[in-house]
């Protein structure tokens, strides 16, 4: 795995709505995104905090992260869909989550949320939230029986 972009693409914070001393709930979204021909995974992140019961966001970031996983190809399963191992989905979804906390933590500095980082959450757990096909064992059993590359292996846990 080779980080090739990690990128800012928004930025929002109403510090009008934030309130001393009350406690508000941080989300994750994620886009998953790939292009074969140039062995890249494309992770978005964002994060938004909002108070419970509300629709009205405090911050949100956006946060672009690029890797190239050679031959990605091998990957394709009958469907034509990229479907990872999952030991490279937690990787990849760790290391989008440490960049977005990196720079959300940057963004929030000097503002009335300097002091709410984005809480730890196992990548993995992360992960198969929002990736659930691949760690069911037929997906991968499919994946493993249509891989171009036989040297290649697809980790199973």
Known sequence: IIPKRIKELSFDINEKLVKPNTV??????????YNIEQ????????VFYHYENSIDELTS???Q???????????????????????????LVGMSISHT???????????????????????????????????????IKKVDSTKKNPKSKVIKH
């Open 24 to 33: 508000f709930r941080s989300e994750i979204a994620l886009q998953f995104g």
């Open 101 to 139: 906390r990196a720079i959300l933590g940057t963004k929030l500095a000097g503002t009335a949320l300097n002091d709410c980082n984005l809480a730890i959450a196992p990548a993995d757990e992360v992960a198969k939230h929002f990736f659930p096909y691949a760690f069911n064992e037929n997906e």
């Open 61 to 63: 970031i956006i946060v």
């Open 65 to 91: 992260n690029v890797y190239e996983i050679p031959n990605l190809n091998q990957f394709f399963n009958a469907e034509k869909h990229v479907i990872l191992p999952p030991s490279i989905l937690v990787n």
């Open 39 to 46: 062995n890249f995974i494309d992770i978005n992140i964002r």
